[in-house]
């Protein structure tokens, strides 16, 4: 009797950790606890028997019974421990390769972070580049435009010393012609 109080005490928390987290539906441990219930309630049943010949006792049978049911509840009981473990057990196993799953999404965040990170200063630098040619660009632009000006200019002025000497050659042969 003893050990029955023992073992259902002892039982309690475990029974009642083990049903306030989801149950899968694969999960054996509700059936193990309906099984339970039935020794439990057959426990009941064979220690309010009374069948001695020496009046309200217990017979030699009626104890047999009592201690037959609570073997099996004693056995129930180991069952639904090693569900417990067994479900502790992946528990934990799962809890750690979530763990390195986090770890690893972590790690890749990181590098994907600095690759990122990276790649952004690499295109700033870029960027730092195209506008300093583009300033190179519009300086050697503006160069060659003034050179153009220039030209420009040095052909209007020799283009007016031709002008003027093809003025002063027709009137030199103007000026021959009357002569003659």
Known sequence: MF?????AASLLPLLSAAQAPAVTPDSRLPGLLQQRAE??????EASAQR??????????????????????????DQQ???VLNETA????????RLAAT??????TSRD??????????????ETQNLRQR????LAKQRDLEAEVAEAKQGHFVRDALIAALAVACLGLLLVRRRRK
């Open 51 to 76: 069948h001695s010949l020496f009046g309200n006792k217990p017979s030699k049978k009626d104890l047999q019974e009592v201690v037959d049911a609570l073997q099996g509840i004693v056995d129930k």
């Open 39 to 44: 020794l439990t309630r057959r426990y009941a």
């Open 112 to 125: 994907d972070r600095n690759l990122t990170a990276q790649r952004l200063l690499e295109l700033e630098n």
């Open 80 to 82: 639904i421990v090693d």
């Open 3 to 7: 050990r029955f109080c023992f073992a």
């Open 102 to 107: 986090t770890t690893k999404l972590e790690s």
């Open 89 to 96: 057990q992946k528990a934990t196993t799962t809890s750690v």
């Open 134 to 137: 583009e300033k190179q660009q």
